[in-house]
């Protein structure tokens, strides 16, 4: 048995060269056993089988590993798992003879290699989200700032050039258990390991950020599993705005519906009953920004009276040039998905929850941007307004934001679609997706949620059936 041994566990350079030597070599992935020198230090391991000792250059053969291995060997070799070298090493003997063997989703060793770097990138991404510098004041010259962080895998010195890059300007020290990174405006040097207690628990800037942290935290938005997923409770004690977050959590929905409130108009004033009046009201409409930029309302359009009412988002570009709803790409989409479904568009009544198109400009173009809680909120009453004007038997709403100008709330689509909810004035609401998120896949996810956006469609359709059995004269 071969034992190769990896002084530093993330040097993948080291890894790379002395595997290149093995494989070309011919040794065999049951030939050879890696370690990392700490675990090499272990005075109850057996012997090697034998110690290697290179052979003849003539033996020696090319080896090939295409860009995808190297990019995920990168990465992965920053991972804790004892087994990575050898998996690596694995994957690279078989690579000589299955080229594509990273493509196949079934092979286990490719399944176990995907993980590795899944869960690699995620520990980097929450260094980069949850590390908190501190001011530590000096004698002479700016103050060095401090951060402590304790990752899951061997990613210090992977996120090194990030930091630097991002606070290139700053002096400051990142100190892990492992080792303690040090940047003085000029060169990156490492340090021995250091404690949690070695950073200052407070610092002056932090109230400012507690104060910026508190008017920012949108209650609307506010999913607490989603939230803790994404921020996980073992980071809280790192972060100073984690104290505030309970007390947050808490007054969520007095805020929310606080939002909705200060969204609707006053209390004398009588919602619209014919088109024009609705129409001229939209129109003079600035009780949010999107109301304000200069565009114009894009206005629903179909019959009163409808077995169905489509509620979009918001109009696009194309809308709003044209003033009509659902006429671009999306619009394109959702009408051939509704043709299948035995869904006649002219019998229905198309609408937008958001009657302006919110953009942001770069140059000539305007980039769709989404509407806000608060902005959906506030156009919720002309929806209601509307509502009241069409009378639909039923609802598709597509998207989140539809779902919530109809249900005061952000619904969930992956818990909520595939069944009606009942609005508070009886009416039935499915909810599915907004075609634009179909548009914007590809691959094995796009034909997947297509496939769903039809079920969908094919129980409103259904239900339509049902509806209009009950309706048509004997």
């Known amino acids: 048995m071969i034992v190769a041994t990896l002084q530093e566990p993330d040097d993948f350079e080291a890894w790379r060269d002395e595997a290149r030597r093995l494989v070309s070599q011919g040794h065999a992935p ?20 034998h110690t290697f000792s290179p052979a003849p250059a003539t033996s020696a053969r090319t080896v090939r590993a295409n860009r995808a291995f190297l990019d995920q060997a990168h990465l992965a070799i920053l991972h804790r798992d004892g087994a990575r070298l050898d998996l ?12 594509r063997l990273l493509g196949d989703p079934a092979d286990p060793d490719a399944g176990a290699l995907h993980r590795l770097v899944r869960q690699v990138r995620r520990d980097i991404h929450k260094m980069r989200a949850f590390l908190r510098f501190r001011a530590m004041p000096e004698d002479t010259g700016p103050p060095r700032y401090l951060a ?20 290139a300007s700053q002096r400051w020290s990142i100190l892990t258990p492992r080792l303690t990174l040090h940047w003085d405006g000029k060169s990156l040097n490492e340090a021995p390991p250091a404690r949690r207690e070695d950073v200052p628990a407070h610092d002056a800037t932090e109230d400012l950020w507690l104060g910026y942290y508190r008017s920012i935290f949108n209650p609307a938005r506010l999913k607490v599993g989603a939230m803790v997923k994404e921020m996980p409770r073992r980071y809280w004690k790192n972060l100073p705005e984690a104290a505030q977050i309970p007390a947050l959590i808490a007054g969520a929905q007095q805020r929310e519906a606080a939002m909705i409130a200060t969204g609707a108009p006053p209390a004398d004033e009588p919602a619209p009953t014919t088109r024009e009046a609705l129409a001229d009201g939209i129109a003079q409409c600035r009780r949010c920004p999107i109301g304000c930029n200069g565009t114009a309302p894009v206005l629903g359009e179909g019959p009163l009276d409808p077995p169905l009412l489509i509620l979009g988002e918001q109009p696009g570009d194309t809308e709003e040039r044209t003033g009509r709803p659902f006429v671009g790409p ?26 302006h198109f919110k953009f942001e400009r770069q140059g000539r173009r305007l980039l769709h941007q989404n509407p806000t809680a608060n902005e959906i909120d506030h156009c919720r009453w002309w929806l209601e307004a509307e509502r009241a004007l069409v009378r639909p038997r039923a609802i598709l709403a597509l998207g989140a934001s539809a779902g919530r100008a109809l249900l005061g709330r952000t619904p969930s689509i992956g818990r909520e679609r595939g069944c009606p909810i009942p609005l508070p004035d009886g009416t039935p609401m499915w909810l599915t997706v907004h075609p634009s998120y179909l548009l914007r896949l590809n691959g094995a996810a796009s034909t997947r949620e297509t496939e769903r956006f039809k079920a969908d469609l094919a129980l409103v359709s259904a239900h339509l059936a049902r509806e209009n059995r009950l309706h048509t004269p004997a």
């Open 88 to 99: 690596l090493y694995r994957i690279l003997w078989r690579l000589q003879d299955e080229p």
């Open 148 to 167: 402590w962080f304790e990752p899951d895998h061997r990613i210090e010195r992977a996120n090194a050039a990030f930091f630097r890059d991002r606070f």
């Open 330 to 355: 999306a619009g394109e989409l959702l009408n051939a998905h509704l043709t299948r479904a035995g869904i006649a568009r002219a019998q229905a009544y198309v609408t937008n929850a958001v009657k």
């Open 30 to 49: 049951h030939e050879v056993s890696w370690r990392d020198a700490a675990e090499s230090e272990d005075l109850f391991a057996a012997p090697p089988a």
